[in-house]
């Protein structure tokens, strides 16, 4: 007969006892639960800090009251806009995306150059096509 030896997920201390046994002890159990429910935090942290630092580029490259400006997609690369994040996205009629950054929206032109435009505005949208 043999034996499985098995280790406390958070220390690595070899665990004696039960066999469905995980932790050494509760303080071992209740340091790794805050380790996982840490890391969760901190990514859900560091995407909603991308999403917000995108979506306040947009609202300052589109003036207060201008419906869409067009813009290289190489200065807003320079402002700091990430294209990996954005909220969602909706399909547009030439098989393009309007991706969305919460409120404000843009579309990638030709020639390396983007369009930005307020989400919510319908008329817009259908005018875009
Ligand atoms: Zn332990």
């Not at 004696?16 to 805050?34: E, Q, T, V, Y």
């Not at 393009?96 to 817009?124: A, Q, T, V």
């Amino acid at each position: 007969m043999y034996t499985v030896k098995k280790h406390c997920l958070s220390c690595g201390s070899v665990i004696h006892g039960r066999a469905d046994k995980r932790f050494c002890n509760d303080s071992c159990r209740s340091s790794h639960n805050n380790a996982r429910k840490e890391d969760c935090t901190n990514v859900v942290r560091m995407t909603n800090s991308l999403l917000n630092r995108n979506r306040k580029i947009l609202s300052k490259v589109l003036e207060d009251g201008v419906e869409s400006v067009q813009i290289p997609k190489d200065r807003i690369s320079l402002l700091g806009f990430n294209f990996n994040y954005h909220s969602h996205h909706l399909p547009e009629s030439l098989g393009r995306y309007y991706w969305f950054c919460y409120d404000y929206g843009y579309l990638e032109m030709e020639n390396g150059w983007i369009l930005i435009f307020r989400n919510g505005s319908e008329n817009f949208l259908k005018k875009l096509g």
